[in-house]
T-cell receptor, first 117, second 117 residues
């Protein structure tokens, strides 16, 4: 199992450019998430999906869009990149949450380091 | 108010000694989950240990144990017999509620642990 994979690993954009980050998981997880990590702030949730075809906003959704057309993939889009979106982006996935370690745990991809100039 | 508080930005420990990383949380939910993740300098987020709010016993995973004190709302991570490879950033996180609102994690700001010879 590859677990959670993210492409690309690194990217440099100019202000105003667009791009899509791809997340894929092979664990048959229902839930998928996008987080961003900034220095000194821990991880913050951007958007999440509770199943194929459904998405919802997290804590910091502005400037991002997402799509979940297939259960195993979750795309994060930046339509017009801004320097404030310079960050490390993590994708994660989990089973339908319920009590217990297996159901509750989110597993993370390796991250994408994005720089917007 | 911060939902997850990690008051130790940095910690040092001698190799082979035990170390405790502090985490306090704030929630009004009865059902929640607490997690610790390790982030080495390579950047990936590695799941370490999980404690459910209804679990009566403290969680253990090898050299990691979670000192769960529900009344005090604390979930400290204890690493026994520290190794050089334990040097990393450690994040405490909480999942509130169960289904419907997603399985969203709230992260603390992290503790940077350095293991010395």
């Amino acid at each position: 199992n590859a677990g959670v994979t993210q492409t690309p690993k690194f990217r440099v954009l100019k202000t105003g450019q667009s791009m899509t980050l791809l997340c894929a998981q092979d664990m048959n997880h229902e839930y998928m998430y996008w987080y961003r990590q900034d220095p000194g702030m821990g991880l913050r949730l951007i958007h999440y999906s509770v199943g194929e075809g459904t998405t919802a906003k997290g804590e910091v959704p502005d400037g991002y869009n997402v799509s979940r057309l297939k259960k195993q993939n979750f795309l994060l889009g930046l339509e017009s990149a801004a320097p404030s979106q310079t960050s490390v982006y993590f994708c994660a996935s989990s089973y339908l949450p319920s009590r217990g370690r297996v159901a509750d745990t989110q597993y993370f991809g390796p991250g994408t380091r994005l720089t917007v100039l | 108010a911060q939902k997850i508080t990690q008051t130790q930005p940095g910690m040092f420990v001698q190799e082979k000694e035990a170390v405790t990383l502090d985490c306090t949380y704030d929630t009004s939910d009865q059902s929640y989950g607490l997690f610790w993740y390790k982030q080495p300098s390579s950047g990936e987020m590695i799941f370490l240990i999980y404690q459910g709010s209804y679990d009566e016993q403290n969680a253990t995973e090898g050299r990691y144990s979670l000192n769960f004190q529900k009344a005090r709302k604390s979930a400290n991570l204890v690493i026994s017999a520290s190794q050089l490879g334990d040097s990393a950033m450690y994040f405490c996180a909480m999942r509130e509620g169960t289904t419907g609102g997603g399985n969203k994690l709230t992260f603390g700001t992290g503790t940077q642990l350095k293991v010395e010879l």
